[in-house]
């Protein structure tokens, strides 16, 4: 993600901040152009901003302290762009599960803003039967609700924003990274893959050399795959053993890692990161000279990526956290996401 500054102190700002924490200015995210306004003012009920004196408003969602987004004053709309897409959210006069809630919008919030920098096209599904839409559910009135994706609607059990309980999925599942973040990523791949590739008789053609047959009956080989697991061998050609399961869940999967390899690309960019370990051999040095949005060769994205996980595990062992990306990737899967990256090009 971008680095964002104040326009009036130039402090450095977080995507979610609503104020300066320096000078104190209210901040808001105008997604439009990707960058952070500064408001010193209100006049007639508008936010002013500081530069050019044009007026906002904030998305209705600020008022639960979830969303910093921002509307131009005159628009009909009460709710971003982001929150639009909210079909169901859980009763908020419970505490846990407002403070479960907000977690799960700060990670849709920062899956927006990813997918609208892919230019990827994000419709309501409220306006359009083919868009996308997020139910944000628990299981209490529903026993048989599950976190997944169906005809374009995301599902995401609240229990998912439980850290105790995500880390004790995590451990039942034996998954080495299991994050709010992650989820989102995943469940909205498969919302693309009917976008992008059943569609696409050529891009569905490649999708079956390179992932399998999906026409694979999907409930047996998950089936299959719970009862036996993943193939021995499965790091040579997958990204997680869950992949393994089907193509569209391995389609899914390496949706979702491309994504992360690409967030944490941009972010180092726009932090000017730059490794050069002591003492170890040029596989480990990388200078983030770009942003990986803007780069056409996959496979020089991948390659700043590289030493660039391995710095930043690194950092996480030295706090005695766990790594930030635990996956190695492999040749196959390489082509997998370069099959990715080609998809999305032309949307930029």
């Known amino acids: 993600m971008k680095i964002f500054q104040c326009g009036h102190c130039h402090h450095a700002l977080y995507f979610e901040n609503h104020t300066c924490e320096n000078c104190g200015h209210s901040s808001g995210y105008r997604d439009r152009d990707r960058i952070m306004l500064t408001f010193a003012s209100i006049q007639n009920n508008a936010l002013i901003w500081d530069r050019e004196q044009l007026g906002y408003k904030y998305c209705k969602n600020n008022a639960y302290d979830v969303c910093n987004w921002l ?192 967030d944490m690309v941009e972010t180092a960019y726009f932090c000017g990161v730059n490794i050069k370990p002591k003492s170890i051999g040029k596989a480990k040095k990388t200078k983030v000279y770009f942003d990986p949005y803007t780069e056409a060769d996959f496979d020089t994205i991948i390659t700043i990526c590289m030493p660039l996980s391995f710095a930043v595990n690194s950092i996480n062992r030295a706090m005695g956290v766990p790594d930030v990306y635990p996956f190695v990737i492999t040749s196959p899967v390489i082509e997998k996401m370069k099959f990715i990256h080609q998809l999305l090009l032309p949307k930029r």
């Open 71 to 262: 509307i131009e004053k005159d628009s009909p709309q009460e709710y971003c762009t982001a929150c639009q897409l909210n079909r169901t959210i859980p009763d908020l006069s419970d505490q846990e599960n407002f403070e479960k809630w907000r977690d799960l919008e700060v990670a849709k919030h920062r899956l927006v803003y990813q997918l609208q920098k892919m230019g990827v096209s994000l419709i309501s599904k409220m306006t359009d039967d083919n868009g996308l839409c997020f139910d944000f559910v628990s299981k209490q009135n529903d026993p048989n609700l599950m976190t997944g994706h169906a005809n374009g609607v995301i599902t995401i059990l609240l229990k998912e924003a439980d850290s105790v309980e995500r880390e004790r999925m995590r451990k039942q599942f034996l998954e080495p990274y299991r994050t709010l973040i992650g989820h989102l990523r995943h469940e909205v791949g498969h919302y693309f893959w009917d976008r992008l590739i059943f569609s696409n008789p050529q891009a569905l053609s490649t999708f079956r050399t390179l992932f399998g047959d999906e026409r694979l009956n999907y409930g047996e080989a998950l089936q299959n795959y719970y009862k036996t697991g993943a193939p021995n061998d499965w790091q040579h050609s997958f990204i997680s053993t869950y992949a393994t399961s089907h193509p569209w869940e391995d389609w899914a999967e390496t949706w979702a890692h491309y994504l992360h390899i690409m």
